[in-house]
């Protein structure tokens, strides 16, 4: 994209040392956009956004820009949530090659006793993975999540140890896993920033398009298992809020201690959303406040790229080289995640010193352009040349500088040849 549409340039001659010149005009391009970008930000107060969740931590999945927190390092109780752990164990160990939706656990007297929510196994039975994750992840079968556990690891014990010692590896550093399914336990516990992290791993280290029958279970609405019909738990997969805010998982979970919650996510404008809540005091207020808050972070936040790498931004006029024009490539990606107050604070600028003297090299860095919020510089890459640009012969070169010094700045300074 050339930007000469939305700015006026600036103008003036910079002489290099390698013709004895003194530096006369240089020129440094510098244009101001009111566009909308991003860098590093704080996330939004709590007094911004009132909730009745106590314990709150979205962010954007990308960048992992932190876009609403509250109380998100205090401890609490994850309750079912914690399944999402034991989902990821098993997600690992099936990505690995050394289990297989196919396979057969026998269900446990231990498991078949669980009480809360339950898939109702039958004791003595062997059901393949698939359907006990199905059982566990959509139904939040208790039985389904300790049936996984002891056939993975022995014990539901040993599969704990694994649960931590993953919660670990993941930088969940105020977690700790006491079973498999949430189950109330006063050594128990974790944090929002701490689900957010687990949540982020899960859609990331198990990508849709290479296991398709993995993450997509999430969004399954309903399942049935000895023909017992149950529903997803999740609200945010009915109605508005799946259609129109591309929710597609995760899981809820509720006792009397930790209250009800919620791990969602969403893609709307290619912008993944990941949001933990937890502390609420209904079914219907997790329902209404998890969806009201969806949409608001929705609605406030977008992911706006400005340019891909390798685009064209903009063009530099070239001294003594056989060629007039060199075009300025963008070095990566420019693209930020921003609010709509942060968007006015934006403004983009690019420089370069021109004329550029030849030779020029393809992949030479010409000059960078600059992101500011605020007035603050937040983030810089680079403006790369195109292609090659050889210097001109010696006589060609001595003939443009004369007719610079005679013409002046009319007498295009870059080369005669096209």
């Known amino acids: 994209m050339i930007l000469n549409n939305f700015y006026t340039l600036l103008s003036g001659i910079y002489f290099g040392r390698k013709w004895h010149l003194k530096p006369q ?23 911004q956004i009132p909730t009745a969740a106590k314990y709150v931590m979205v962010t954007e999945f990308e960048t992992g820009r932190v876009l609403m927190e509250k109380e998100k ?26 289990l297989a939706m196919e396979d057969q656990i026998l269900v446990s007297e231990k498991a078949w006793k669980m009480g809360g929510s339950r898939s109702f196994l039958k004791p003595g039975t062997r059901y393949s993975v698939k359907e006990l994750l199905y059982g566990m992840i959509v139904q939040s079968g208790n039985d389904a999540a300790v049936v996984l556990a002891e056939g993975l690891a022995g014990t ?50 198990f990508p849709t398009d290479k296991y398709p029958d993995l993450y ?23 109605g508005r ?70 685009d064209k931004v903009d063009e530099a006029d070239i001294w003594l080289g056989q060629s007039a024009k060199i075009g300025l490539l963008a070095e990566k990606e420019v ?5 709509r107050s942060e968007r006015m604070k934006t403004e983009i600028g690019v420089s370069w010193i021109n004329p550029v003297p030849a030779p020029i090299q393809r992949g030479q860095k010409i000059g960078e352009v600059s992101i500011s919020i605020d007035g603050k510089t937040v983030d810089k890459i680079g403006l ?10 010696m006589f060609e070169r001595l003939g443009a500088a004369l007719s610079y010094l005679i013409l002046g700045a009319s007498s295009a300074p870059g080369s005669t040849a096209q």
Do not use: C
Request: net charge neutral; aromatic share 8%; hydrophobic share 40%.
């Open 216 to 238: 997509p279970i999430y969004s399954v609405k309903n399942y049935t298992l000895n023909d017992i019909k149950q529903g997803n738990r999740n609200p945010l997969l009915y």
């Open 384 to 393: 790369m040349a195109d292609r090659d640009v050889k210097q001109l012969g």
């Open 25 to 47: 005009l240089r020129r440094v391009l510098s244009v101001m956009l009111l566009l909308l970008g991003a860098g590093v930000f704080p996330a939004l107060a709590e007094t």
């Open 241 to 310: 809020s799946a259609a129109d805010n591309g929710v597609d998982g995760l899981k809820t979970g509720y006792t009397e201690e930790s209250g009800y919650g919620l791990i969602g996510s969403a893609i709307k404008n290619d912008m993944r959303v990941v949001m933990v809540l937890n502390g609420m005091e209904s079914k219907k207020e997790r329902s209404t406040e998890s969806a009201r808050l969806m949409e608001y972070i929705q609605r406030e936040f977008k992911n706006y790229r400005f340019f891909a790498s390798g």
């Open 73 to 98: 390092d205090t401890p609490m109780k994850p309750a079912s949530m914690a399944k999402i752990m034991t989902s990821y164990v098993v997600f690992s160990r099936i990505k690995d090659g050394s």
């Open 335 to 339: 693209s930020r995640v921003l609010s």
């Open 156 to 205: 539901e014990e040993n599969f704990v140890q694994e649960m931590n010692l993953t919660a670990q590896k993941l930088g969940m550093k105020n977690t700790n896993f006491t079973n498999s399914t949430g189950w109330p336990h006063p050594d128990l516990t974790t944090t929002a920033e701490d689900l957010n992290i687990l949540a982020t791993a899960l859609i990331r280290d």
